[in-house]
Structure formats: structure tokens, C-alpha cells
């Protein structure tokens, strides 16, 4: 009986060999390759503007969400209007997925209108999402000899940029090209805040910024005229201020205008540069997202009065493809839009 008892077939000793036996160790070799590394992120812009914030602030928190808890720091990288960190991260950084980039909105636009240096493939980055969209919004002033767009394709307004084809330029060129406006456009201001502070030192009358600089450090701006957004979608707290695209009535002219106003859309977006294993871009990805709904990331965001409104990696991704789509044809039309040779 005993010998029967203790036979391999018996239900209890099967069971008690079952609940003895150690567990099975799954390696996690993503885990394994972060853990006690540090990932480097390479910001297109200085510390002291959004982009600087912003990638802070995600790094302070994402660390925690990739696995194996790596440390992350940020490395700046400002020059040629992003073009220089996004060379770097694409061609020179490891593509192990420990360098990341955190980029300019209009890279992929500076790299579909043949921009001098470009040297990055935008549909070959593995894009990780995007922190929120970057909606420009041009402000003119009360006191100004023209506040209707009607009004000033009869009356010179002195607009203030940073250069030409940046951001702060775009709307006035294209207003200037598609509906005969006569801005006056002097460039040369130092930085993000360099055209405001002339708009405020009374140097020119209009300026454009995005509604995020506005509310957070310049709200005394909001009490003067907001003439248009610069966006494929208006900005949700205003819906009142028109799209630049939908004031274009050519047709052509239209689409040349929706391929430079895309940027908008493009927002603080981060990416891992081509290369990278797909387990490791998968798990950024992941992270990033995950970071994005985190509590206590939201929390912090809110503290310091930045705007979110996440996209995914596979959706920005989908966003860039289509972007350098665009037929050579229509690209030609928008440069000369932008007054790009």
C-alpha cells in the first residue's frame, strides 16, 4: 500500500511535486540592457525655451517607465534651426537605444524643402510621440494702423521674426504671397523672445508665437488682436481665431499652405534614431505613452503650465510619412509661399 501511495501516478505526490517545483525565470533582455545605464537625450533647442522645458520635465519622469529604471540626462544641442542634433542623433549617437532626440517641429518640413545640411531621413527616425502640438498664432496690435487682414493689404505693418522660414516668419510671407497683404518683415530678433520683446517695446506691431508662450509667460498679449492660427486644427480654447489655410481660396495655394502649416502637428516630438532593435523602440514607446497618462507626470505639467496633448509614436509616425509625401510640385509652390529659394 505504501509502495502504491508513493508511485510518480499518485494525484498527491504530483500535485506537492507541482507546488515544489521553482518557478520558471523569464529574462527580460530590454530590462537587462537599461539597467544601471544612462540614456542621453539631445534637445534641438537651448535650455532656456520650451523645448528645454518640456524635455526636462519628460525626462524627470519616463526614466521610471522604461524597463530597467535607467537614469536619463539631456544633452543641448542648438544650431541650424534643429538640423545639427538631428544629424547627430541619426548619424553619429549609438543606435542602441540609448540616444534619443528631442526635436524642432519643422524638422521634417526643413528636410522635404531641401534645407542646406539636412542630413536625416525623417520617415527612417523611430518616432516615440509627441508632447503636445505647437498651434503659432499671429497678434497685432489695437493700436496698429491695420487690424483686419482686409485692411492690410492697403496699410505696411512692421512684423518682427527671428529669420526666414522660421516659425515666426512663415504666416507673414504667405500672407504677403497668397492674399497681398503688406508686411513689413525685419528679422534678426535673438531667440523665441526676441520678437516679442519688440512687439512689447512697441519696435513692431505684430508678431506670431504659440498660444503656449502666450498663456504662460506672455498673457498680457491675449488682450490685443489674435488675427490668425498657423495649424492643420484650430487651437480648442479658441476657436474663434481662424485657420491661415482656410483663408487661402486657391486651391493650389491652399495645399502649399496646409504642407507648411503641418508642422503645428508635429509639436515637441521625440524619437530613437534608425537602427534601434525593435524590442528596445517598442519599449520607448511604450514608456513614453505610459509616461503621458502617469499621474504624477500630468500633475507636474500642470504645476509648471504646460499644455499636453500626447500622440503616439505610431501616429506621429504616420503624420511624418505623409508629410514627405507631399508631391515635389506642391513642395515648390510652398517654398516660394515661404520665400525659400
Known amino acids: ?4 501511495f508513493l508511485a510518480p501516478t499518485s494525484p498527491i505526490l504530483a500535485l506537492t511535486m507541482l507546488v515544489a517545483a521553482p518557478a520558471p525565470v523569464y529574462a527580460d533582455p530590454v530590462a537587462d540592457f537599461y539597467k544601471g545605464r544612462n540614456v542621453e537625450v539631445y534637445v534641438a533647442a537651448g535650455a532656456g525655451g520650451g523645448y528645454g522645458l518640456y524635455s526636462r520635465v519628460l525626462a524627470e519622469f519616463m526614466a521610471d517607465h522604461i524597463p530597467g529604471k535607467p537614469s536619463m540626462t539631456l544633452k543641448f544641442m542648438n544650431g541650424s534651426a534643429g538640423v545639427k542634433a538631428a544629424n547627430y542623433v541619426y548619424n553619429v549617437t549609438p543606435k542602441n537605444g540609448a540616444s534619443l532626440g528631442a526635436f524642432l517641429s519643422s524638422q521634417p518640413t526643413s528636410e522635404a524643402t531641401g ?4 542630413k536625416y531621413k525623417s520617415a527612417n ?8 502640438d505647437i498651434i503659432s498664432v499671429v497678434t497685432v496690435k489695437r493700436s496698429a494702423p491695420a487690424t483686419t487682414i482686409e ?27 497668397a492674399m497681398g497683404t503688406k508686411f513689413r518683415i525685419v528679422s534678426g530678433y535673438k531667440g523665441s523672445s526676441g520678437p516679442a520683446l519688440a512687439f512689447e517695446r512697441g519696435e513692431v506691431q505684430t508678431v506670431t508665437a504659440p ?5 504662460t509667460r506672455r498673457p498680457h498679449m491675449l488682450k490685443e488682436i489674435q488675427l490668425v492660427q498657423v495649424a492643420l486644427a484650430k487651437d480648442k480654447l479658441r476657436p474663434d481665431v481662424p485657420l491661415l489655410m482656410d483663408l487661402v481660396s ?13 508642422q503645428a502637428s508635429f509639436g515637441r516630438m521625440f524619437a530613437a534614431p534608425p537602427g ?9 514607446r511604450q514608456a513614453f505613452d505610459d509616461t503621458m497618462s502617469d499621474p504624477k507626470f500630468i500633475a507636474a505639467a500642470k504645476k509648471r503650465k504646460m499644455d499636453l496633448a500626447p500622440l503616439s509614436g505610431v501616429e506621429l509616425e504616420k503624420l511624418i510619412r505623409e ?19
Open 1 to 4: 500500500m505504501l509502495k502504491n
Open 115 to 118: 534645407r542646406k545640411g539636412v
Open 125 to 132: 527616425f523611430n518616432w516615440l510621440g509627441r508632447m503636445v
Open 151 to 177: 485692411a492690410m493689404k492697403s496699410t505696411e505693418l512692421v512684423a518682427g521674426i527671428t529669420r526666414p522660414g522660421s516659425s515666426t516668419h512663415l504666416p507673414y510671407a504667405i500672407m504677403n504671397w
Open 211 to 215: 498660444w503656449g508662450t502666450l498663456r
Open 250 to 262: 486657391d486651391p493650389r495655394q491652399k495645399i502649399a499652405v496646409k504642407f507648411l502649416s503641418a
Open 276 to 284: 534601434v532593435p525593435e524590442d528596445r523602440v517598442a519599449a520607448l
Open 323 to 341: 508629410h514627405m509625401a507631399t508631391p515635389a510640385d506642391i513642395i515648390q509652390v510652398a517654398k516660394k509661399a515661404a520665400g525659400m529659394k
